[in-house]
């Protein structure tokens, strides 16, 4: 079950909207914004077919 999820950049604070897979139970990898180009660390965990936690962080480097 896929789910579209906007949420803000956290480099260029541009919103940007990302497919997520619900069906997962969660995720954690990186993906570049496509405004800016920067690495996202992405995180988030979902139940039941909602989301329940949602995080975009820059990639520590």
């Known amino acids: 079950m896929l789910e579209e999820h ?16 619900l069906s997962s139970g969660g995720q954690e990898y990186v993906e570049d914004c496509e405004v800016c180009c920067n690495p996202i660390s992405i995180s988030y965990q979902a139940e ?6 949602f995080s975009a962080e820059p990639l520590q480097q």
């Not at 950049?9 to 990302?18: A, L, V």
């Not at 039941?48 to 936690?53: E, F, K, L, M, W």
């Open 6 to 21: 906007f949420f803000t950049c956290p480099y260029c604070w541009e919103e940007i909207s990302m497919l997520l897979d």
């Open 48 to 53: 039941d077919g909602s989301i329940t936690s």
